[in-house]
């Protein structure tokens, strides 16, 4: 008997939505080439050394307008695991702000925070957080409700529909924070210190896609997963067998076919032994179409490829795991979430600068980095050591032509750099430092087979018009066959959930 959906990839958008599927009853096979599920939504162990894959922050599930709330309802596991919240959206430092300031992670306490710094534009910070606030609410209301009457593309439908209603919906972000507040840039660094959870050039990023997404995280307060991501991509994977499916590790995808209305999925092992096919009556990929497109036969491949061929991938980012032998605020690192902006940064402008900075050797110039310190929550991160993630933009293009030793080397240079200036600012850091582990774009790559080392899918830029923009959706020109990935929506836990919602909500309807 064919499976009713074949699944490639157990990430974040291939679990959620083999375990809505299954859950509704279908036969599931899920396919992963790793040695674990979870695809970036994963934690795991180098020596003694605790590594969380991508969680810095995402949306109270628990509150109903955050759009992982019902998708974890449905999954069966809104309430199996525990969310820590964050102390606050973040401090920040640095760039041209005179003094750290904590930005707390509700609107009310942000606004306070940042009228209290920025008195004179009370009334504009007011007024911006208000129309994020609405945004935010607009869409995580949109995209609730009755799986029947879901269309796919929800949340992306649910902003373009309301799009008109919301002033300056076509803005990139540095526009609408040049309207609201001038030439402050202090102030459009507070406000958007953390630009690389989205990002890397407020020139280009969608003002609405920021106001919903940063305005989510102040709508119900930043969260982590306690114990770390692995748990929540763990608890989805369990769903999916206690429900009668299953998912295989291990195990490549390295061709689709489709035969009248079959598909026919080849897998092999990790070093191509042991070739095998599944069959099934429909096909969700969780990886980039451009990966997937290299599976299809290539009269397929071009018709599939053609709606995506005009957008732009996301950023990467280097992540850098450091292990401390004692806690980090003991060195001066006062929040959970510091976002430490380099002294040459007077501009949010500048943050676009960051991307390209390891293209060469490490000098004067730091990217602005997004640290997240773990042992500063009930985050169930354990320790010792103590756990302390360095996060910034990052290119494939930084680590181009260099042989594996160069590449080990030159990152090894960046890792003491980096390691350095953070010393500081949080003096004595350095010295405590008991182990490291550095991914960059090139891990991106390699791991999740992220073509570009693309970490959001494809960039979050302003829609082109309202009707004819290109579609964030699950569906695909070859019938049958879907994304369910940051691909199909947008990125971070918030968007690939809901993408995987879409995905899984058209495929019951369809049946
Ligand atoms: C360093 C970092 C920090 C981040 N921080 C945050 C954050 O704080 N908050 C937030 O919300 N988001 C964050 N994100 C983003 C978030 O993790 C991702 O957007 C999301 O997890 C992507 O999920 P996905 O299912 O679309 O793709 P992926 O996680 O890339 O999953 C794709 C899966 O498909 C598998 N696969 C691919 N090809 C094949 C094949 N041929 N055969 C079998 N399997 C295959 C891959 O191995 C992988 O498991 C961060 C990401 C990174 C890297």
């Known amino acids: ?19 809505l599927l299954a859950r509704a009853g279908r036969k599931v096979l899920v396919i992963e080439k790793s040695n674990s599920v979870g ?19 995402t949306g109270n599930p628990h509150d109903p307008r955050d759009p992982k709330h019902d998708t974890l309802s449905r999954a069966g596991i809104l309430d199996t695991l525990k969310w820590t ?26 606004l306070e925070a940042l009228s209290e710094r920025f008195p004179e534009a009370r009334d504009a910070i007011a007024r911006l957080l208000d129309e994020m606030k609405q945004i935010a609410s607009a869409a995580g209301a949109l995209a609730q409700g009755d799986a029947a009457s879901r269309r796919p593309g929800d949340i992306y439908n649910a902003l373009m529909s309301v799009a008109p209603a919301i002033r300056d919906w076509k803005l990139p972000l540095a526009k609408k924070l040049q309207q609201a507040f001038g030439d402050n840039e202090a102030l459009k660094c507070a406000l958007a210190a953390n630009l690389c959870y989205y990002h890397d050039d407020p020139a280009t990023l969608w003002w609405v896609y920021f106001a919903m997404a940063q305005g989510g995280l102040l709508l119900g307060g930043g969260h982590y997963v306690h114990g770390g991501s692995q748990r929540l991509s763990s608890a989805l994977a369990r769903e999916i067998k206690k429900a009668g499916s299953e998912t295989i590790l291990r195990r490549v995808v390295t061709g689709i076919e489709k035969d009248g209305a079959l598909f026919r999925v080849h897998h092999t092992a990790k070093d191509g032994s042991d070739p095998k096919t599944a069959e099934g009556t429909r096909v969700i990929c969780n990886a980039a179409p451009a990966s997937v ?72 110039k730091m990217p602005p980095i997004a640290i997240a310190d773990y042992a500063a929550i009930d985050s169930g991160v354990p320790a010792p050591p103590y756990v302390l993630s360095v996060i910034a933009p990052d290119s494939l293009a930084n680590w181009d032509g260099l042989d594996i030793d160069s590449y080990r080397a030159k990152r090894a240079r960046w890792q003491n750099a980096i390691v350095a200036h953070l010393d500081r600012h949080f003096p004595g850091l350095a010295a405590a430092v008991v182990s490291a582990s550095f991914n960059t774009a090139v891990s991106v790559r390699r791991y999740l087979g992220a073509p570009g080392g693309a970490v959001y899918g494809f960039a979050p830029v302003p829609p082109r018009s309202l009707f004819n923009g ?25 968007g690939v959930l809901q993408a995987a919602t879409d995905c899984a909500d058209t495929i019951l309807r369809e049946a």
């Open 85 to 110: 919240r964050a102390d606050a959206l973040y401090e920040v430092r640095g760039g041209p702000l005179s003094a750290p300031l904590r930005v707390p992670d509700d609107f009310d306490g942000a």
């Open 293 to 364: 497109a290299a599976l299809l036969p290539a009269k397929q491949a071009k018709p599939f490829l053609a709606p995506y061929e005009s957008r732009a991938s996301s950023i990467s980012l280097f992540a850098l795991t450091l292990g401390l032998a004692k806690p980090p605020r003991e060195f001066g690192v006062s929040a959970y979430s510091t976002q430490l902006l380099p002294e040459w940064m007077t501009r949010l402008a500048d943050y676009a600068q960051a991307t390209t900075l390891m293209a060469d050797e490490p000098g004067e």
């Open 1 to 19: 008997m064919p499976y009713d959906i074949i699944i490639v990839g157990a990430g974040l958008g291939g679990l959620t939505s083999g375990a």
């Open 39 to 57: 695809g970036a939504a994963s934690s795991y162990k180098v020596g003694d050394l605790f590594v969380e894959g991508s969680l810095h922050e």
């Open 470 to 494: 290109p579609k964030r959706t699950p569906m695909t020109p070859i019938e049958g066959l879907y994304l369910a990935s940051a691909y199909a929506g947008f990125g971070g836990y918030s």
